[in-house]
């Protein structure tokens, strides 16, 4: 069988991965969602139906203007307002979506899917799911043939996750599993274990309170030279979760980041940075699982005076023997 027919859906038997990426094309149709962008730019979200109108302080937009026609064309208010209408990319979607919770933001979102190393097909663990945001990038990454599986502790917060990403998507995802509960109860072996828990996974997307209450369990069942990334909003989250990566000892040495995005404003020979910019927001932390029973050697580093003092509380690892290599 050629390459190209193996590739081809309808001959493989595999789900096509476009119907599950919430992309659409072609003329505008009754139910999806539009974004209307004024001259000021600013964005209104639109659910078409067949009859209705779009109230604005200009005026009123029929729906029906925009139903069966093209997308990236220009209608006009009763008022005379110009207003621009598209169909929303995924970033755009989650930053306006409803929320329970606080939503990842597309620029870390973006990280997240690069530095985890997101694939198609991949075996994910996420917790928590918050409000899908990360969800929705992450099920786009891996396809419908991947398998995600996130946990979030709030039934509400669940609620309103698989609310938007139906919504964005038009369908179920099939590679999607969300369930309530604690991730740490859920991977563990006592009360509340979850006996649908993923036995094996490639990569670990944690956002969430305290991931490193969860290490241990995770090492279990991530696969050699699976990635583990967490998301954490502070630096005593940050501290914690990396040195706890680095007494366990089965990880790779962790990488701590963090973005900013700084717009620009290009008009002619005006060329300057924006007055605003999207700062922080959180830290990524990246580390990769070692093989079992392999410990990671201890990395090279001079700390500055004091970090590991008699006022640090946090994980340590076992003071060297006498004659070793100090780190």
């Not at 939503?103 to 979102?109: C, E, G, L």
């Not at 918050?130 to 396809?143: D, M």
């Amino acid at each position: 069988m050629s390459q190209r027919l193996m590739n081809d859906p309808a001959v493989s038997g595999f789900p096509d991965p476009a119907d599950y990426s919430g992309v659409r094309t072609g003329p505008l149709q009754v139910g999806e969602r539009v974004t209307l962008t004024d001259p000021k730019g600013r964005r209104h979200s639109v659910v078409l139906a067949a009859g209705q109108r779009f109230h604005t302080a200009k005026g009123a937009i029929e729906h029906d203007d925009l139903i069966g026609g093209p997308e990236g064309v220009v209608v006009t208010s009763v008022g005379g307002v110009a207003y621009l209408a598209l169909r929303p990319l995924l970033g755009e979607f989650t930053v306006g979506m409803p929320r329970g919770a606080q939503v990842v933001y597309p620029k870390d979102a973006a990280q997240i899917v690069v530095g985890a190393d997101i694939f198609p097909g991949a075996r994910v663990l996420e917790a928590g799911a918050g409000s899908g945001a990360l969800s929705l990038a992450l099920l786009r990454a891996i396809g419908p043939t991947g398998r995600l599986t996130s946990y979030e502790r709030r039934e509400d917060f669940a609620a309103v996750a698989a609310k938007n990403v139906r919504n964005f998507l038009g369908t179920e995802h099939p590679a999607w599993d969300l369930r309530v509960g604690d991730l740490t109860v859920a991977l563990g072996a006592g009360e509340g274990a979850d006996p649908g828990a993923p036995e094996q996974v490639d990569r670990v997307v944690l956002d969430m309170l305290a991931p490193w209450e969860c290490v241990d369990t995770i090492a279990e069942r991530l696969v050699p030279g699976g990635v583990i990334c967490c998301y954490v909003a502070t630096t005593t989250q940050l501290g914690r979760i990396t040195e706890t990566l680095r007494v366990h000892g089965g990880f790779t040495e962790p990488e701590a980041s963090e973005s900013m995005i700084r717009d620009w404003h290009v008009e002619g020979l005006s060329i300057r940075p924006a007055h605003r910019m999207v700062g922080h927001t959180g830290f990524l932390l990246t580390s990769r699982r070692l093989a079992p029973g392999v410990v990671a050697p201890t990395r090279k580093r001079r700390p500055a005076p004091g970090a590991y003092g008699e006022d640090y509380t946090g994980p340590r690892r076992a003071e060297p023997a006498a004659g070793g290599t100090e780190t």
